[in-house]
């Protein structure tokens, strides 16, 4: 198991270098990066614009070519582009994700500060999709082939096949537009701080509701299925027919061996799903229900061409979800004793 280990962390290495080298070779070639957005900027309105590249920028006409230079510096494309690559990896090397062009901050103080609104989107999609999953797959394994199986299914499928944030603006529109059930924007309300705890925590629970609901209709929809399949295939395995054929109950058979043995594939998705929630961010629905969280901070980050904050958070992500992937194969030997990476 050691080796095995170690096998993986070693290879997270050059898969973390793929990804970065990969990604910023291609953010070379974009056009309209940050030198060339300030300039734009700083002429407001002149109309230039255009790709950047090599060492002259069509959006620099008219511009002292020793302040060009320093609007390079500042930002270091005055440095070749192999060089760059290698400061930037001795910089995550030692955890430190560089500083925003625009924001005048950290990467991880950004990344820190739009955590929360992540973590209360992805904790609440998480729990109550399993919530729901878990006991409605096995209802509808329990109950294959019947009317509530063929209801279900339906209702699950219809529910995976709206997009989230279709099934958003829907809700805003219903909800919080016609009948003003909801807020329309935001975790909070403005005088959040004035509340009392009780009143703080129905406020936040207001404000989740609509999102929450558009994120978990679509995400339950897999873990319910798998688990229906998992419980059908441990059912018709050889030891149940035995259980049986000792005089057990059906419901000391259900819950005393086929859950364990059905909950393999379902728990070992556990941490990946656990740690997704924080950090997979839901750019459409916070984009409409105005959240501002990791998702938005990465597309947003795209459009200004914010290079530091597009691959700090890249790294930052890849490695966890190197980790977990990790962690998610190892719990295989801990929920399966039988399975051995040897």
Same mark, same amino acid.
């Given at each position: ?30 056009? @309209? @990066? ?12 002149? @109309?230039? $614009? ?8 069509? *959006? ?45 901050? &950290? ?29 409605? $797959?096995? !209802? +509808? ?44 924007? *935001? ?28 994120? =978990?209709? *679509? ?26 054929? +000792? ?25 990946? !799903?656990?740690? *997704? ?14 959240? &501002? ?29 190197? =980790? ?8 295989? =030997? ?9």
């Amino acid at each position: 198991m050691f080796v095995y280990i170690l096998k993986r962390l070693l290879l997270m290495v050059p898969t973390l270098l793929g990804v970065l080298l990969i990604t910023f070779a291609v953010v070379q070639f974009v056009p @309209g @990066g940050p030198v060339e957005q300030y300039l734009a900027e700083a002429k407001a309105g002149s @109309g230039t $614009g255009g790709a950047e590249g090599g060492l002259s920028y069509r *959006g620099a006409q008219g511009v002292d070519p020793k302040r060009v230079e320093q609007i390079k510096a500042l930002y270091g494309f005055d440095k070749p582009a192999h060089e760059r690559f290698f400061q930037m990896l001795g910089q995550f090397a030692r955890f430190d994700l560089g500083k925003s062009f625009f924001q005048n901050k &950290d990467v991880s103080q950004l990344i820190w500060e739009k955590l929360p609104v992540s973590i209360s989107l992805g904790l609440w999609t998480f729990f109550i999709s399993y919530l729901i999953a878990v006991p409605l $797959g096995v !209802a +509808k394994a329990v109950r294959a082939g019947s009317r509530f199986d063929l209801v279900t299914t339906l209702l699950v499928l219809v529910g995976y096949a709206i997009p989230g944030f279709v099934l958003g603006v829907a809700l805003l529109v219903i909800f919080g537009g016609q009948l003003q059930w909801f807020p329309l924007r *935001g975790l909070t309300s403005s005088n959040w701080d004035e509340l009392g705890w009780a009143a703080r925590i129905t406020d936040y629970l207001w404000h989740i509701a609509l999102p929450v609901t558009a994120m =978990v209709l *679509g995400s339950f929809a897999v873990t319910a299925m798998l688990t229906k399949n998992a419980f059908l295939e441990e059912i018709r395995k050889q030891y149940v027919v035995t259980a049986r054929a +000792k005089g057990l109950g059906e419901r000391q058979v259900l819950w005393k061996h086929v859950f364990r043995n059905a909950l393999i594939p379902i728990v070992t998705g556990f941490p990946a !799903a656990f740690i *997704g929630a924080f950090f997979t961010g839901a750019l459409l629905i916070e984009t409409l229900f105005s959240l &501002d969280g990791l998702g938005l901070l990465s597309f947003e980050s795209v459009i200004r061409r914010d290079y530091p904050v597009v691959l700090g958070t890249l790294y930052l992500f890849t490695l966890i979800g190197l =980790v977990t992937k990790l962690i998610s194969d190892l719990c295989y =030997v801990w929920v399966d004793p039988r399975v051995k990476f040897d």
